[in-house]
């Protein structure tokens, strides 16, 4: 989640509050929701924010608990490696520490379409258009969702350990550490140091999957090189099995994904396009195709048809896949949820992570071989990139790729 307007006083909360209300009302934001929308998106930063301390008076508190300071020297260990292995910022990010007291920062809401992998998107001034909204309180972000879904949409409600404010707060406090991920394992908490702070780095209005994509690739490349410099034989060791598995997951969801994209590209002959209003009033019945389908009611059934042997494929896979892992039911729980739950939205949002990282890593292996320290070079190649339209920036990377929904 990116959040759409910041606080602009250090010392106030009200005053933080005031301040950021005014801009919104300057930028003619008005009406009850969207003025609601904004107030929980600042209010439940700065609560966040106030929650959290430096991470140096948490390891000096007697009461803070064994585990937790090994946890946050080994995140100070971590993100040292950050900024002087991989030139990522060096900043305030990351230096405090918050326990909020609940399993996630936030809940992120997705929306597609029930013949679409293209994600429903939210514009704000700030940081553009994006396919997800974010909310502090889950039970707002489900009754988004349930919104949504009486709109003939398929949805998506999940939390996020953790968001970027994208470098902007840094005079703030930066982005802290968080209770929701503090305890991953130590491969898994450099995955997400390192690829929120390179969100820092760059960071393109209206292209969330270059943006994930970018993200995703320095966190893998990141690791890997950490892996091989830094990691204790015990971490390179757990790193692996859960990677092993991540990889062979993506793989699977990838496969699914093409197929339906496959689907949804059905044959749609111009000559029987039927033309209606899209919008929330168009009435959906069980002969009339999706809104946005451009292909006749017949097309549609076959292809929901379609669909649906292809979400029981999919699920059939996933229980052969889990089988071989060998996990205990609480080890694999966000897998199975995942599966669980999985529809066009859920295969949209994974595309966004996933879609361009091929590419990033064969841009990186270009530059690493004409520079000793690539990783500066890499990231002054990627700025290059974020001035370009969305489609000259697919073209401008190495490596060819099929457009992923939401591109």
């Known amino acids: 989640m990116r959040l759409s307007c910041l606080p602009f006083h250090v010392f106030s909360l009200r005053r933080g509050l005031a301040a950021c209300l005014l801009v919104l009302a300057l930028l003619g ?3 009850c929701a969207q003025f609601g929308y904004y107030w929980q998106s600042v209010s439940g930063h700065l609560k966040l924010m106030q929650a959290a301390r430096p991470i140096d008076d948490w390891l000096a508190d007697p009461q803070t608990p064994a585990p937790l300071q090994t946890q946050l020297r080994s995140a100070v260990h971590l993100r040292r490696y950050a900024v002087q292995a991989l030139g990522l910022p060096d900043n305030a990010s990351y230096q405090r520490y918050a326990d909020l007291k609940r399993p996630a920062a936030v809940w992120n809401v997705t929306a597609a379409e029930p013949l679409s992998l293209t994600l429903r998107t939210w514009c704000f001034p700030v940081t553009g258009c994006i396919g997800y ?3 502090y309180d889950p039970a707002e972000a489900q009754a988004m969702g349930q919104t949504l879904q009486a709109q ?3 949805t998506l409600v999940y939390g996020v350990p953790t968001y970027s404010t994208l470098g902007w707060l840094n005079w703030l406090g930066g982005d802290p550490l968080l209770n929701t991920f503090i305890g991953y394992p130590e491969g898994e908490l450099a995955r997400l140091i390192f690829h929120e ?3 820092q780095v ?5 292209d969330t999957t270059f943006n994930e994509s970018f993200a995703t690739a320095v966190e893998q490349l990141g690791v890997r090189q950490w892996l091989n410099e830094q990691a204790s034989p015990s971490a390179r060791e757990a790193y692996a099995r859960s990677d092993r598995q991540r990889r062979e997951f993506r793989q699977l969801v990838r496969e699914t994904r093409e197929t339906l994209l496959d689907i949804y590209r059905a044959p749609r002959p111009p000559a029987q396009v039927e033309q209606r209003p899209p919008g929330p009033s168009s009435e959906q019945t069980d002969t009339t195709p999706p809104r946005h389908w451009t292909g006749t009611p017949e097309q549609a059934q076959e292809a929901l048809s379609r669909k649906s042997e292809t979400m ?3 699920r059939t896979r996933y229980a052969e896949l889990r089988s071989q892992w060998g996990l205990q039911p609480d080890q694999r729980s966000g ?3 995942w599966v669980a739950q999985a529809n066009n939205a859920s295969f949209g949002t994974q595309a966004a992570y996933d879609a361009l990282v ?3 890593e064969r841009l990186f292996e270009q530059v690493r071989q004409k520079h000793a320290q690539p990783w500066p070079a890499f990231y002054d190649a990627v700025r290059q990139l974020a001035p370009l339209t969305a489609e000259q920036r697919r073209q401008a990377l190495p490596t060819p790729y099929r457009a992923a929904p939401g591109d």
């Not at 760059?202 to 209206?206: E, P």
């Open 312 to 314: 029981t494929l999919f």
């Open 133 to 135: 909204r974010g909310y």
């Open 202 to 206: 760059v960071y393109v209005h209206d």
């Open 197 to 199: 702070l390179a969100h």
């Open 29 to 31: 934001l008005s009406g």
């Open 152 to 154: 003939g949409l398929e």
């Open 335 to 337: 897998y199975d949820l």
């Open 358 to 360: 091929p590419a990033f």
